[in-house]
């Protein structure tokens, strides 16, 4: 092999190396999603309890129930109250729900929702400021999800992308961004963000989606070109040695 052939196969294969870095570097930092490390549907809770203590006389409703604004959900009687009552204390009409001269609180649903955290029953005793269940509004289900992302990728990340919800059973439906908080943590941007989707409607997709259902987020970040993946890593090379 003569030194010119020597020549050109050996800057052949510094120009293949170059290229295979170059595209290695655009693939591994400019992909175009990010998934989220843990995403679960929520909603908008609305917890029911008292400032009084008492016992609980009954349980009108049941775990997981559909309720509508201003049905009963739990009576208390409270000796408490009923003293306060009495001693002119407070009011039956100041207190902020619905209450019987003997002393007896009925609990009603503030919203339309959907019942959970029903931890009581007819006979149980109940502390001040104890929460005796819980109403999310119906309406109200968003997606909380988390990602880890580098500081160039949570830059691409913004308000109103458009995410993937992945759901246990492998459907896919389609929601955004609404909202978009971040913390760092071992040099990594940690995205918290809210999703919202016209597809979220409680007990849509054979009751899978609700408050609670873990689900996975894939968010498609803002695509800046082909070499905007190279650029950044020379960038940060140049900032690492000090230029």
């Known amino acids: 092999m003569t030194w010119g052939n020597r020549a050109r196969l050996f800057f052949g294969s510094i120009g293949v190396l170059v290229l295979v870095a170059a595209l290695t570097i655009v693939f591994n930092q400019r992909q175009h999603s990010a998934t989220s490390e ?6 908008v809770d609305y917890p029911v309890g008292s400032t009084y203590s008492g016992t609980v006389t009954d349980v009108l409703v049941t775990e997981g129930e559909q309720v509508r604004k201003g049905d009963p959900l739990i009576s208390v009687r409270s000796a408490s109250l009923l003293h306060d009552l009495r001693q002119g204390v407070v009011t039956a009409q100041s207190v902020g729900y619905s209450v019987s001269s003997t002393g007896i609180i009925r609990f009603e649903s503030a919203v339309d929702g959907t019942v959970h955290g029903l931890d009581v029953q007819t006979g149980m005793f109940v502390p001040a400021g104890s929460t ?7 309406g109200s289900l968003s997606v909380s999800a988390r990602l880890s992302l580098t500081p160039t990728d949570y830059g691409r990340l913004a308000k109103g ?8 059973d492998q459907t896919t439906i389609p929601g955004r961004v609404d909202e978009v908080s971040v913390s760092t943590a071992n040099s990594r941007a940690v995205a918290q963000i809210d999703v919202v989707s016209f597809r979220l409607r409680d007990d849509a997709d054979g009751g899978l989606i609700q408050a609670g259902t873990p689900v996975t987020a894939i968010v498609h970040l803002r695509d800046d070109g082909p070499l905007a993946g190279v650029v950044d890593a020379g960038t940060a090379l140049l900032r690492k040695v000090g230029l």
């Open 38 to 43: 843990t995403a679960t549907i929520t909603a």
């Open 132 to 138: 005796l269940l819980t109403v999310a509004k119906t």
């Open 161 to 168: 992308a458009s995410v993937d919800l992945v759901l246990p």
